[in-house]
């Protein structure tokens, strides 16, 4: 079984300039969820998509991020503009549905640093 | 009071002790947990569900105690591969069903 996918691997920009992530889940996996994780720290959740409705942004910084699960299969995450503090893996992760034991396979993560 | 705490450590053992992680959260309605294990630079990957009754894989012992509201994860017989970052996982913590991670532990099994 394919696992969840992410792309690119790595992302050198500049601040101020704009950067878009992809994610595609494990086929069949209805529940989506982007996160960042800053070195030293756990994964921070940013958004969760059951399938392709929002169940929960409220730690998305809505003024420069954005998501989007078209579909209700792959999902691109965009940060316009970055700051220099947006440097983080940005993980992608995905479950089969919404029960309260969802179990998480997580895509390989995109290494992000802003100059 | 963050969701989840853990102690970052690191937790310095040598080959063969045992070690144990606790992880606190804050709500009470939380309804399913988790840990994980992740390498340096790679992506999560599921430890172990924990259960009220607690549950035991080989090496790894599980526990919740909703009393006091923290899980626990005991590893035995610690192998040099041991060496990761364990990260506790709270589902439901804002409500619904939401994971919330905490920051992780750090372990280091020496020779």
């Known amino acids: 079984e394919a696992g969840v996918a992410q792309s690119p691997r790595y992302k050198i920009i500049e601040k101020r300039q704009s950067v878009a992530f992809w994610c595609n889940p494990i086929?069949?996996?209805?529940?989506l969820y982007w996160y960042q994780q800053i070195l030293g720290q756990g994964p921070k959740l940013l958004i969760q998509?059951?399938?392709?409705?929002?169940?929960?942004d409220s730690q998305l910084p809505k003024d420069r991020f954005s998501a989007e699960r078209l579909k209700g299969v792959d999902s691109t995450l965009k940060i316009q503009p970055a700051k220099l503090e947006d440097s983080a893996v940005y993980l992608c992760?995905?479950?089969?549905?919404?029960?309260?034991?969802?179990?998480?396979?997580f895509g390989a993560g995109t290494r992000l640093s802003v100059l | 009071r963050k969701e989840v705490e853990q102690d970052p450590g690191p937790f310095n053992v040598p080959e063969g002790a045992t070690v144990a992680f606790n992880c606190t959260y804050s709500?009470?309605?939380?309804?399913?947990f988790f840990w994980y294990r992740q390498d340096c630079r790679k992506e999560p990957k599921l430890l172990m569900s924990?259960?009220?009754s607690g549950n035991e894989d080989g090496r790894f012992t599980a526990q919740l105690n909703r009393a006091s509201q923290y899980i626990s994860l005991l590893i035995r017989d610690s192998k040099l591969s041991d060496s990761a970052t364990y990260l506790c996982?709270?589902?439901?913590?804002?409500?619904?069903?939401?994971?919330?991670f905490g920051r992780g532990t750090s372990l280091i099994v020496h020779p």
């Open positions: 992760a995905s479950s089969a549905g919404g029960a309260v034991k969802n179990i998480q396979y």
């Open positions: 086929s069949g996996h209805a529940t």
């Open positions: 998509f059951q399938n392709n409705g929002v169940v929960d």
């Open positions: 709500n009470s309605a939380s309804q399913s």
């Open positions: 924990v259960y009220s």
């Open positions: 996982v709270v589902n439901g913590g804002r409500g619904s069903y939401i994971p919330t």
